[in-house]
């Protein structure tokens, strides 16, 4: 019995390891460094405004899932190749960036960990979804934190924008600018 749990935790978290790394070759090889001056003003006034110190280089790459923020000691923001005008560019920085502030990827990596040593219990399996979802609405309640209707709203499009232009590579061990479409429901349910 000791045999196969144990088996099933290493092939669990071998093929997110796997996963994982591979997909961040990829972003590195096919990525390319995004230099335009107002995305990287932008990224650094945001940096500034949430006391984030480290550096954060920003990767454009074209088969990325969703904007999302990727490594656990350097750190890389991934951008798709999708054109975003600079409102939308503001609310993606700042969501990733807060997901950096609150050591995210960190959180993602332990469900990981817990759902490998519990590979058996759909339980844990449904607690590890629901937990990013949480984390994705939480993320999204922070980035409007104090906004207007006007401001809120336009998040909530640039989460739909993104919703539909999601393609399916991802990693678990990301974080994405949108928690699904559990936590666009959920998000346009909410008061402004």
């Given at each position: 019995?000791?045999?196969?749990?144990?088996?099933?935790?290493?092939?669990?978290?071998s093929?997110?390891?796997?996963?994982?790394?591979?997909?961040?070759?990829q972003?590195?090889?096919?990525?390319k460094?995004v230099k335009?001056?107002?995305?990287l003003?932008?990224?650094?006034?945001?940096?500034?405004?949430?006391?984030i110190k480290?550096?954060?280089?920003?990767?454009?790459y074209?088969?990325?899932?969703?904007?999302?923020?990727?490594?656990f000691?350097?750190?890389?923001?991934v951008?798709?190749?999708?054109q975003?005008?600079?409102?939308?560019?503001?609310?993606i920085?700042?969501?990733?960036l807060?997901?950096?502030?609150?050591?995210?990827?960190?959180?993602?990596?332990?469900?990981v960990?817990?759902?490998?040593?519990?590979?058996?219990n759909?339980?844990v399996?449904?607690?590890?979804?629901?937990?990013?979802?949480?984390?994705?609405?939480?993320?999204?309640?922070?980035?409007?934190?104090?906004?207007?209707?006007?401001?809120r709203?336009?998040?909530?499009e640039?989460?739909?924008?993104?919703?539909?232009?999601?393609?399916?590579?991802?990693?678990?061990l990301?974080?994405?600018?949108?928690?699904?479409?559990?936590?666009?429901?959920?998000?346009?349910?909410?008061?402004?």
């Amino acid at each position: 019995m000791i045999f196969i749990w144990m088996s099933g935790k290493l092939l669990f978290i071998s093929v997110h390891l796997i996963n994982y790394f591979h997909y961040k070759h990829q972003i590195f090889k096919k990525g390319k460094i995004v230099k335009d001056r107002d995305a990287l003003y932008l990224l650094l006034n945001l940096k500034h405004e949430l006391h984030i110190k480290c550096t954060v280089p920003v990767v454009e790459y074209s088969e990325a899932a969703s904007p999302m923020l990727i490594g656990f000691f350097n750190h890389v923001l991934v951008l798709p190749g999708d054109q975003y005008n600079s409102e939308e560019l503001f609310f993606i920085l700042k969501h990733e960036l807060i997901h950096l502030k609150r050591g995210d990827i960190y959180f993602k990596l332990l469900f990981v960990v817990a759902n490998a040593v519990h590979w058996y219990n759909p339980l844990v399996w449904f607690m590890h979804k629901e937990a990013v979802v949480d984390m994705e609405l939480s993320c999204d309640e922070r980035v409007t934190q104090g906004s207007d209707y006007a401001t809120r709203k336009a998040y909530t499009e640039t989460l739909l924008s993104t919703l539909h232009k999601q393609s399916v590579k991802k990693t678990v061990l990301s974080t994405e600018f949108y928690g699904g479409k559990h936590s666009v429901k959920e998000s346009r349910g909410k008061p402004y």
